[in-house]
């Protein structure tokens, strides 16, 4: 058995297994050259670089591009160790080697604060449960695009790759001309001598592939040509060209298309269908039925020369659908329980300090309020879909995927192939925002491949499929409390919520091994609530932890998204109910937290919070982190046919080491609009077991007209690299919430605004 595979059996069956395994080696993350793809005239010298016949430089690209910029960034690295023009960055589909799987996305899922586990000097809890998760993370190699980590993640393994293949073309250069190692000088990706010797890397690989090279060193950091300034974009010419190739946009010869129905009632069943009437339409090639699998609901899929022909047949099918036998779902059923648990049950604590209980006891007044927020949808641009095709005992897929490893091994075990069987493509994706860290869309192509002739089959969700049949954002209720005393001061913060978690819900969906009957305490509960940077003295913050039976999932920001909400909108109250300034109250309570205070002064700075505005005008503030990186937001907002109109957003960010400024910028204008619009709009409702939104009619996202002017400025730092594609997400909600009550003196403690 792979060390990979009875370590992960065996995380589901006891922890004990940590401890001798624990004093096991390390093992590099530089992989072996035999890990790249393997093409005439081309060298690797590691699993992520490869030397071609002309000199450019192949990359290794693990990570999904879902416009966030990532194959740009992860070339930079590579470019400015090598001392190569980004032009000269080729990439290439990486293997399935666990050197590329994402362990800086699973320490992040540790629930330590963010001022414990800050830079360098961290107590010994922090490191240990670091040192342990990352470990594991590296054994089990899950490569996933997620969590605002891939820039986090390859920050120095992929330049140690970039600077030990460099190392490598430098030693064959010197036993090549019989020249001192120190004489040699790298130019844009040619190598010189003094004497006017010199060669590019290709004429260098085949030597360069036999040299060891030892003590390799990282360029500093005051020689970075590429790494912290502006880059063009590479994928930008295609993307609007249209030459780009999303999963929608896979064309193979004699490629048939599928439109899939799927159970309407949530946990409903497909009890029989008659497709004699659809298979008589012009067109149609099959009708296939879909069992469950991966979270996906069961159904049907109709095969066909066109889309078109297929979901005009789809709809002809008349099948027979069974209730849950739980009964139907309900949101309003739903919010009912989950603030009843919240009165019923003390829940899980993340974090104490203090007493609160006795603050609150001996309090001179008791500040108390409740927030909710609703089931969300990921309603990516791009349509759910996966091709698939099935021929001579094996199985090729090409899917817009963050995790092309776990689809992979989904559709291996629904097709009962062994893995090597498969072969699984990355296209670019039309957005994921979490949503394609599923596989139930490649288990369902992978079905229908393998009920047809060898022929590959598109299959593409249509809107109201995709918007009924979403791992949804859950809803969360909180309880947020705080004591002031007669001296009007702040003695305490109590928050608890109530919601189901994320992470063993998806666990249970795409890695069973790690899954178990009994979900432990999940970050993404209580991210956002537990870990703020505020110094109250006394503080109690916990979660109660559910089981709806809404399928969810991940959504960008996470637990952030709703929790910000909660917090920020909360500390607003506090600063009005002690009559002090919104940022001067935040500042007060940052004096052991610097770090977010530059942030917060900054933005405000920016912004000219304090100074006039139109009339009928408004600021509001909020300051979060997420992913490591610290976010603070002035939005100007007015009131405009009784909906908030949302004019500017100044955005300050500390997201450490910058590699590109100008994706961040992108980033933090995504980001905006995306939480506006659910700020805004948002909401799933169920009823009777039935999603009611169902497209863009009733699920609105912020049109250009309705987009603000987004500000960003970005914080300098020689810290490493945190996230930078979900951080600017949780604030915009809060900060529009706070100007909203400037404006109105009216609290808004519920999502969507316009509900």
Request: contains cysteine.
């Amino acid at each position: 058995m792979k060390r990979r595979n009875f370590i992960l059996s065996g995380l589901g069956i006891t922890g004990a297994l940590v401890v001798g395994w624990g004093v096991l080696p390390a093992r590099s993350r530089l992989g072996k050259p035999d890990n790249m793809l393997l093409t005439e005239g081309d060298v690797a010298l590691n699993g992520w670089i490869k030397i071609a016949k002309d000199g450019n430089v192949v990359l290794a690209m693990h990570r999904s591009d879902m416009g966030q910029g990532i194959h740009n960034a992860l070339s930079m690295l590579v470019a400015e160790e090598l001392d190569v023009p980004l032009s000269k960055i080729r990439l290439e589909q990486a293997g399935h080697d666990g050197i590329y799987g994402n362990v800086a996305m699973f320490v992040g899922t540790l629930p330590f604060h963010p001022l414990q586990s800050e830079g360098v000097d961290k107590p010994f809890v922090v490191k240990s449960g670091e040192w342990i998760v990352g470990k594991v993370a590296r054994e089990l190699g899950v490569n996933a695009t997620g969590g605002s980590s891939s820039v986090k993640d390859a920050w120095e393994h992929l330049r140690t790759a970039a600077a030990t293949a460099k190392a490598s073309l430098l030693l064959a250069a010197a036993d090549q001309w019989k020249v001192p190692l120190q004489e040699l000088k790298v130019t844009e990706g040619v190598v010189n001598h003094v004497s006017g010797k010199s060669a590019h890397f290709g004429e260098l690989a085949k030597g360069a592939a036999g040299q060891t090279p030892k003590n390799v060193a990282l360029k500093d950091r005051k020689d970075w040509t590429l790494i912290g300034k502006p880059a063009a974009r590479a994928d930008v010419p295609a993307k609007t060209n249209g030459t780009a190739v999303f999963g929608i946009d896979v064309r193979l010869p004699n490629m048939l298309f599928a439109s899939v129905v799927q159970a309407p009632q949530m946990g409903g069943t497909l009890s029989s269908f008659d497709a004699k009437e659809a298979l008589a339409m012009p067109g149609v090639v099959k009708c296939v039925q879909l069992n469950s699998a991966n979270g996906s609901a069961p159904g049907f899929a109709v095969v066909a020369k066109t889309t078109w022909h297929a979901k005009q047949a789809a709809d002809k099918v008349k099948a027979q659908w069974a209730q849950r036998a739980e009964g139907a779902i309900d949101t309003k059923r739903i919010e009912a329980e989950l603030k009843e648990k919240l009165k019923s049950e003390k829940g899980f604590a993340f974090y104490e300090k203090g007493d609160a209980a006795k603050a609150e006891a001996g309090a001179a007044r008791l500040i108390e309020a409740q927030y909710k927020a609703p089931y969300l949808a990921h309603a990516t641009m791009e349509p759910m879909n996966c091709t698939a095709q099935f021929k001579g005992g094996a199985l090729e897929i090409w899917s817009p995927t963050q995790v092309p490893g776990l689809a992979r091994a989904a559709a291996a075990k629904v097709a009962n192939l062994s893995e090597d069987k498969v072969k699984l493509n990355v296209t670019l994706l039309g957005g994921g925002f979490g949503r394609r860290l599923e596989a139930d869309v490649v288990v369902q192509a992978t079905q229908i491949a393998m009920a047809l002739d060898g022929a590959p089959v598109q299959l593409v969700w249509s809107r109201e499929e995709d918007m009924t049949h979403d791992f949804y954002r859950p809803m969360h209720v909180a309880q947020l409390s705080a004591a002031i005393n007669a001296k009007g001061e702040v003695e305490s913060l109590r928050i608890k919520s109530a919601g189901d978690a994320i992470s063993p819900r998806w666990m249970s969906r795409v890695l069973p091994n790690l899954s178990g009957p009994v979900d432990a305490p999940d970050k993404t509960t209580a991210e956002g609530l537990f870990d703020l940077p505020y110094g109250f003295a006394n503080q109690h913050m916990a979660h109660v932890s559910t089981r709806m039976g809404v399928p969810i999932g991940f959504w960008r920001s996470v637990g952030h998204s709703h929790n910000a909400f909660f917090s920020e909108s909360f500390i607003d109250e506090l600063a009005f109910e002690t009559k002090q300034d919104p940022v001067a109250f935040r500042l007060d309570l940052l004096k052991q937290a610097p770090r977010y205070a530059a942030v917060l002064k900054l933005a405000a700075e920016k912004a000219k919070w304090g100074t006039a505005l139109p009339t009928g005008h408004a600021m509001g503030v909020a300051l979060h982190e997420s992913f490591g990186s610290i976010v603070a937001q002035v939005a100007e907002v007015s009131i405009q046919d009784g909906r908030p109109r949302v004019h500017r957003v100044v955005c300050a960010i500390d997201c450490g080491t910058v590699v590109n400024p100008g994706t961040v910028a992108q980033q933090v204008e995504s980001s905006v609009n995306f939480a506006l619009s659910a700020a805004l709009f948002g909401k799933i409702d169920i009823q009777e077991g039935v999603v009611q939104q169902t497209n863009f009619t009733n699920y609105p996202l912020v049109n250009l007209a309705q987009s603000p002017v987004v500000e960003t400025h970005i914080v300098s730092s020689t810290l490493p690299p945190e996230g930078v594609g979900e951080p600017a997400v949780p604030p915009l909600a809060p900060a529009v919430a706070n100007a909203m009550f400037a404006l109105t003196r009216q609290r808004v403690r519920s999502l969507p605004f316009t509900a």
